[in-house]
């Protein structure tokens, strides 16, 4: 068995690039342009560009971005020509998004005929694992609302702890208690003087 070149050298992608059916993905993704606008990038292009993610280091639309205008390499690949037009992160999530379901089905069948009529001679039967359909995060630039989670514990564990924390307000609440100057002084002062008179002029009380 062949072995593959190393992820993101200029061999890998070059082995890779011979694989990736152009006209089939401008005839799956084909958009029109709103207003009559001009479209910048061919939908082969914009996977292309897509796929780098996957088969470079790079792992964010934002680097490879700022890469495509560095590496001849990367935009030889996605069959870009001058390395100041190169697709802005916006482009590539909205074009993400117009990747369904059923366009992705039918570009993998056309990958995988090769490799199933050479599997029509096996001695047994062969399964393809096929991968699980995910939804992609493609919200990249909105508010992603707030979403309600489970409770941690049983709901009457929480509501017993609440009524032993209200219990417990309420009965210091109504706990009778004496505070302020007036309450003081009478307890711990032996005042010389009568109640409601005035005490004389330089006397301190006795504690």
């Given at each position: 068995m062949k072995v593959l070149p190393a992820t993101g050298t200029a061999a890998f992608l070059e082995a890779i690039s011979s694989y990736i059916p152009d006209e089939l993905i401008d005839s799956l993704f084909a958009h029109r342009s709103v207003r009559g606008r001009p479209q910048l990038f061919?939908?082969?292009?914009?996977f292309r560009v897509s796929l780098l993610p996957l088969l470079t280091p790079a792992r964010s639309y934002n680097l490879i971005v700022i890469l495509l205008g560095e590496q001849r390499l990367l935009r030889s690949f996605a069959r870009l020509r001058n390395r100041l037009a190169v697709p802005e992160v916006r482009m590539l999530h909205e074009f993400?998004?117009?990747?369904?379901?059923g366009k992705l089905r039918e570009l993998n069948v056309y990958l995988l005929r090769p490799l199933l009529k050479g599997t029509a001679n096996f001695a047994k039967t062969v399964a393809l694992i096929d991968s699980t359909d995910l939804p992609a995060a493609t919200n990249g630039y909105k508010k992603i609302p707030w979403a309600s989670t489970s409770p941690t514990g049983p709901t009457w564990v929480r509501a017993a702890a609440k009524m032993v924390r209200v219990a417990t307000t309420s009965a210091i609440r109504s706990t009778p208690c004496e505070f302020g100057f007036v309450s003081i002084l009478h307890r711990f002062c032996s005042l010389p003087w009568s109640r409601g008179q005035r005490p004389p002029i330089g006397t301190i009380p006795s504690f």
């Open positions: 061919s939908p082969s292009q914009l993400r998004n117009r990747m369904d379901l």
